[in-house]
């Protein structure tokens, strides 16, 4: 039996007529049915007969704003069931060998590519063997399927928008519920917390920390702190000839001072040339660094400490601690200033004042995004700046292109960046977009189904976990073409080598569970590499810089960049 679609306008005349015969129809017929509305259609009556179903969907004839919206969903929820109807089923996903109790873990930990310092190694063996969806079963996780086509990535985002569900560091969570005198009150913040805890705090912090507004009135501080660290590697590179082998570290403390200003609205020190090894700065960095990796064993293994307290589960507990002790020493001091501080009718809140303001979050609520803000604002900005200038290093023409924007923009700048300058660079955020590309800093983005899904031409069951691997999509040649080169020039407006899939690369994810310090970390990387491209060329002369899994991944080898102040 074939099926029949009219669809007719308000006065009655018919505007199309459809007789669809194959075993799909009814597939078709729906997303003809959503099409139509979705363009505007002011539809009087739609009447779907299938014979091979045996059902009719009559959308009413009365029309309104809300009722073409209520017949668009009515035609989305058709779509869908018969979608599912149509999809392969779950148990026909490819991936690896599953075993009881263990699952696919066997079958990953010992391909010849597992290296539990380059996970992604075994995860590009696993798509090339398997394909675009992969399904993965392992103890201790939702079972999940890894998704490398971009437009099923944009389905799960969007099937998810609502409730953006994720794994959410849940030993950490542990941790904070078990904290000594429940200094957390049970609530473990936005970076650990899902469903409405996690909306209580984010859908109320979100304005103010991604408002451009309040994230510019820190840009001149926050160029006076990139200033400082110019004079720094200046200084190492007299000294040294080239930038020492720590000097990850060094960018460890640039991205700690900058993110300490948002944060906590003053200077920590952290760029002092004779700055302590023991002085609070140094004590911070090294335990976020040591969180990390902690984290990376914790979250990224079989979960043991969920049945015993395991040695590194201990450790991070105990770090999580000092953490939480020093940065609570220094949000205090920030407090107890801001209170003495004499008030002015041109006076900005500081982002910590208009938090500890805000209707609806208390103290606690805004501590725990402050230490959140101070753990995750080091490793990632400084990783990406670290991958970048290799990038350029290697890519000489590329950094002569940058250098005269950047030249072009700032001139002979004896004041401050300010946020007319960041506007106006078109190439230097393409640098920062490509070598996201080439070196992102996590495999990808997971969300968590609330309903099941077709995903890659298959059922994928509510419960579920869909995992956008973002990583291999960039080095994707049939997304990317000429995959492996350094091309900024792809992301430009005219896009000479053809349109990008708006999800084949997320950085900071995507909806309402974006990374919600975006507009922060965008600033001060674009900020840092103005300044570092106007002032120096740089160069690199040592081995080639891979991956290294981490938390969030890193350079493998050490940053011994060679600046030379351009002339």
Not at 91 to 108: Q, S
Request: proline letters at 5%; hydrophobic letters at 40%; charged letters at 25%.
């Amino acid at each position: 039996m074939g099926v029949v679609l009219s669809a007719l306008l308000r006065g009655g005349g018919v505007v199309s007529h459809f007789l669809l015969s194959r075993s799909n129809s009814e597939l078709l017929l729906s997303k003809m049915i959503l099409r139509l509305l979705s363009e505007g259609m002011a539809l009087g009556t739609c009447v779907v007969r299938c014979g091979r179903l045996g059902h009719s969907v009559l959308l009413p004839r009365y029309i309104s704003s809300g009722a073409v919206k209520q017949q668009v969903n009515t035609a989305a929820a058709v779509e869908g069931s018969l979608e599912l109807a149509a999809a392969r089923p779950t148990h026909e996903i490819p991936g690896p060998r599953v075993y009881p109790i263990v699952g696919t873990l066997p079958e990953m930990m010992f391909n010849k590519s597992f290296d539990a310092r380059a996970l992604h190694k075994i995860w590009a063996d696993i798509v090339k063997q398997y394909g675009p969806i992969v399904k993965i079963q392992q103890p201790g996780i939702d079972n999940l399927v890894a998704l490398t086509n971009p437009d099923d990535c944009q389905t799960l985002m969007r099937a998810t928008m609502d409730n953006p569900m994720r794994i959410a560091f849940l030993s950490l969570k542990k941790i904070r519920m078990e904290t000594v005198d429940d200094y957390f009150e049970k609530k473990g913040g936005i970076l650990v917390e899902n469903g409405d805890e996690w909306w209580r705090v984010r859908s109320r912090v979100q304005k103010p920390m991604m408002r451009a507004k309040n994230v510019t009135s820190y840009l001149a501080s926050m160029d006076e702190v990139v200033l400082n660290f110019m004079d720094r590697i200046a200084a190492m590179q007299e000294e040294f000839g080239e930038m020492p082998s720590n000097f990850q570290f060094e960018l460890y403390k640039w991205a700690l001072e900058s993110v300490g200003l948002v944060a906590l609205n003053r200077r920590l020190g952290c760029l002092e040339p004779s700055i302590q090894k023991d002085s609070e700065p140094m004590r911070l960095i090294t335990i976020v660094n040591e969180i990390f990796d902690l984290l990376n064993d914790t979250e990224m293994n079989f979960p043991y400490w969920k049945i015993f307290p395991t040695p590194s589960f201990r450790k991070l507990k105990k770090r999580h601690q000092d953490f939480l002790e020093l940065a609570d020493q220094n949000i205090r001091e920030t407090e107890l200033a801001l209170l003495a501080k004499t008030a002015t009718d041109t006076d900005e809140l500081s982002l910590m004042e208009t938090l500890l303001l805000s209707p609806g979050l208390s103290r606690k609520d805004v501590i725990t995004l402050i230490l959140d803000m101070l753990f995750a604002g080091i490793d990632t900005t400084s990783h990406t700046l670290g991958f970048t200038l290799y990038l350029l290093a290697r890519n000489p023409n590329a950094q002569v292109k940058l250098q005269k924007e950047v030249d072009g923009v700032l001139g002979d700048l004896q004041g401050p960046i300010t946020a007319k300058h960041l506007a106006q660079f078109s190439y230097l955020k393409a640098v920062i977009k490509e070598s996201f590309r080439l070196y992102p800093l996590t495999l990808g983005t997971a969300r968590t189904l609330e309903r099941d899904l077709v995903l890659g031409g298959y059922v994928v069951p509510k419960g579920w976990m869909g995992t956008t691997l973002n990583m291999l999509m960039g080095w994707d040649e049939a997304l990317f073409p000429r995959a492996k080169e350094f091309i900024p020039e792809r992301w430009l407006r005219h896009k000479p080598l053809g349109p990008i899939h708006p999800y084949a690369s997320l950085p900071f994810g995507t909806g309402t569970r974006m990374c919600i310090g975006r507009r922060i970390a965008e600033q001060e990387m674009y900020t840092f590499l103005a300044r570092v491209m106007h002032r120096f060329n740089v160069d690199y002369k040592y081995e080639d810089i891979d991956l290294v899994s981490k938390l969030v991944y890193m350079p493998s080898k050490p940053l011994k960049f060679s600046f030379t102040e351009r002339k």
